[in-house]
């Protein structure tokens, strides 16, 4: 018996030690991927599904604010001190590994939860994150090899294993000062928890998902503006955005927007029309989103009515399909459809919406959105805090 536990010890020491190596790889992946700007595409980054980077830098690499990989080190970690318990508790310091009467117990069973919660990882990983990071999935292997080698199927299996677990350690927390010393130390992991989650100190992927959130979540926008004016019309500082009313990002950018007009004086916002559509885009080899064109012509047109932003917000707010669809928003919005129709098709709107796409790539701009401050142009799109701390370095100031 003593012979085949020191075998079973040996074995599940071996494959510790190659998931504990293995988490420390994972742990230098996911620093990269979200603490070092310059960092390198990782061996295991192969394609657009197997890609560990990606996967890094996604919200589920998280659990309470400590990456999943840092898990991994406490679990096998922990499993090392489970396979010493026998002699650590002969040292004072670790006097209270006595309370750990049978480790492979604990090991066994843990083993089996991380397998189980590796399943439900690598579940969210295909049908939600859609990548695959393979040093994880190997983890999951490992710690499936533990359990099956920690597990006594001879004397109960893992039903064994958890119940004695449980006795052993309901007899530990019977004794006072253990249990007084388990509680410190709940208490002060739960207070670690708290802190990682609220600070995001260790996952700065949540941090900025979380800055997006209130734009991309928003069901509607409630900094809208009715008019043709966005900011203040003797603002010194002008915000240029290119967009399109198909891009899915827009919309987001376009609330982002009127939140920085709501809470910064001294800026105004002009909105230019960079549709991604064969129609009127002729920089485009092939169809991309169409129906932007339309979309920007009866946007531009409701501004002859003096409704551009009302216009503009319900565009993007309710998603219309077809003209028909626009011009319901239009009829809710109580703009002239008549009227609407005919400038829409004016000469004059195409040509600005021409002007608007010929300025955009003048200035190296051929994706939305993308905004201009002071000559300086930036693709895609930023924070909102990045946005207000460089309006108002250019002289922006809070509205009281």
């Known amino acids: 018996m003593e012979k085949t536990q020191e075998r079973k010890k040996i074995a599940i020491a071996v494959l510790a030690l190659i998931g504990l190596i293995t988490t420390i790889k994972l742990c230098f992946i996911y620093y990269e991927a979200n603490f070092n700007p310059y960092a390198l595409a990782s061996f295991c980054s192969v394609n657009e599904f197997i890609d560990c980077d990606g996967v ?35 040292f004072k310091l670790f006097k209270f590994m006595e309370v750990f009467k049978n480790p492979l117990d604990y090991i066994a069973s843990l083993g089996l ?104 979540k928003a069901k509607s926008n409630k900094y809208k503006v009715s008019g043709n004016i966005l900011g203040d019309s003797d603002a010194k500082i002008t915000v240029y955005v290119y967009s399109d009313y198909q891009c899915p990002i827009c919309r987001a950018h376009n609330i982002m927007i009127h939140k920085l007009a709501h809470e910064l004086r001294g800026i105004r916002i002009i909105h230019k029309n960079l549709p991604l559509d064969t129609e009127c885009n002729g920089y485009l080899q092939s169809p991309f989103h169409e129906g932007s064109c339309m979309e920007a012509r009866y946007a531009l047109a409701a501004e002859k009515q003096g409704k551009f932003w009302d216009m503009n917000t319900a565009l993007f707010d ?32 195409s040509r600005e919406i021409r002007d608007n796409i010929r300025e955009a790539y003048s200035k190296g701009i051929n994706g939305t959105p993308a905004t201009v401050i002071n000559g300086e142009a930036s693709m895609g799109i930023k924070k909102y805090g990045e946005y207000k701390e460089l309006l108002i370095k250019q002289g922006a100031e809070e509205r009281k």
């Not at 400590?66 to 002969?90: E, H, Q």
Request: proline share 2%; hydrophobic share 55%; charged share 20%.
């Open 318 to 349: 309710k998603k219309p399909k077809n003209e028909q669809e626009v011009l319901k928003l239009a009829e809710k919005l109580g703009l002239d459809i008549a009227k609407l129709r005919e400038d829409a098709q004016s000469s004059e709107v």
């Open 56 to 90: 890094a830098k996604t919200n589920e690499s998280q659990f309470f604010g400590i990456p999943l990989a840092v898990w991994g080190l406490i679990l096998y970690s922990f499993i090392f001190l489970m396979l010493t318990a026998d002699k650590l508790k002969n």
């Open 113 to 216: 939860i991380s397998f189980t919660i590796s399943m439900i990882l690598l579940c969210v990983s295909l049908f939600d994150i859609h990548k695959l990071c393979v040093l994880c999935a190997f983890t999951y292997i490992i710690n499936f090899f533990i359990a099956l080698v920690a597990a006594d199927f001879k004397n109960g299996g893992f039903i064994k294993s958890f119940k004695q677990s449980f006795l052993d350690f309901w007899a530990a927390v019977k004794i006072k000062k253990y249990l007084v010393a388990f509680i410190i130390v709940v208490l002060a992991f739960a207070s670690l928890l708290v802190y990682t989650s609220v600070s995001n100190v260790l996952t700065p992927q949540v941090k900025n998902s979380s800055q997006f959130n209130e734009f991309v």
